[in-house]
């Protein structure tokens, strides 16, 4: 199972991205799907999560700013981020819980990140 994240580049404040992140590979299905990010110096945080039963959770800093939605027959989830800060700027990973078949046990796969710089 790979991720790719897509989407990811250079934005004046105020402007807006797009990420996306596909799966591939043997895949029977996902469970959560999310977002983190990590700045230089900094500890991965979580941005945003989508749930397997439609539910979603935020951290508080991108709340009302960034949606998080999914496409599960595709294997997907975009972060759509609007009014972006220069405290945006981090790299961007994409994680799943997946399953390769009905009886094999959840896996997290992360993908390689992908950059987001914010100018002020």
């Known amino acids: 199972v790979q991720l790719a994240e897509s989407g990811g580049g250079l934005v004046q404040a105020g402007g807006s991205l797009r990420l996306s992140c596909s799966a591939s590979?043997?895949?029977?299905?996902?469970?959560?799907m999310g977002w983190y990010r990590q700045a230089p110096g900094m500890q991965r945080e979580l941005v945003a999560i989508?749930?397997?039963?439609?539910?979603?959770n935020y951290t508080d800093s991108v709340k009302g700013r960034f949606t998080i939605s999914r496409d599960d027959a595709r294997k997907v989830v975009h972060l759509q981020m609007n009014s972006l800060k220069p405290e945006d700027t981090s790299v961007y990973y994409c994680?799943?819980?997946?399953?390769?078949?009905?009886?094999?046990?959840?896996?997290?796969?992360w993908g390689m990140g992908t950059q987001v710089t914010v100018s002020s």
């Open positions: 994680r799943m819980i997946v399953r390769v078949s009905s009886s094999s046990p959840w896996y997290q796969y």
């Open positions: 590979g043997s895949i029977f299905s996902v469970n959560d």
């Open positions: 989508s749930t397997s039963g439609g539910g979603t």
